[in-house]
């Protein structure tokens, strides 16, 4: 009734999977490594944009959505904020002169 899966089948799911995985994984570190200075302030609650992106991403994840809101984020918002800036304007590590 069932036939075995071939590697061919084990394959496709990895690349399937891995597809689905990269653009989280890839949103979560971006989001945990950009101080929330960096983000907008919501206009009300004056809170950091970047915990609304936060519960939006582990909700996602657990309904199985997390790429879709990590997809979102990735072309709509860390486009517009630019790289992640760290350290003092000369590009060094923070504490050491330029």
């Known amino acids: 009734m069932f036939r075995q899966i071939g590697s061919a089948e084990v394959l496709l799911i990895a690349i ?3 597809l689905f995985f990269i653009p989280t994984i890839w949103a979560i ?3 945990i490594n950009r101080p929330p200075e960096q983000f907008p302030r919501f206009a009300k609650a004056g809170s950091s944009d970047k915990t609304g992106w936060i519960v939006a991403l582990v909700v996602g994840w657990f ?3 997390g790429w ?5 984020y990735l072309i709509m918002v860390r486009k517009k904020m630019g790289p992640v ?3 003092p304007a000369t ?4 504490g050491i002169p330029g």
């Open 63 to 65: 309904i199985g959505l």
């Open 85 to 87: 800036r760290s350290g």
């Open 29 to 31: 570190v971006d989001l």
């Open 91 to 94: 590009g060094g590590p923070p």
């Open 68 to 72: 879709i809101v990590a997809v979102v």
């Open 16 to 18: 399937m999977v891995g």
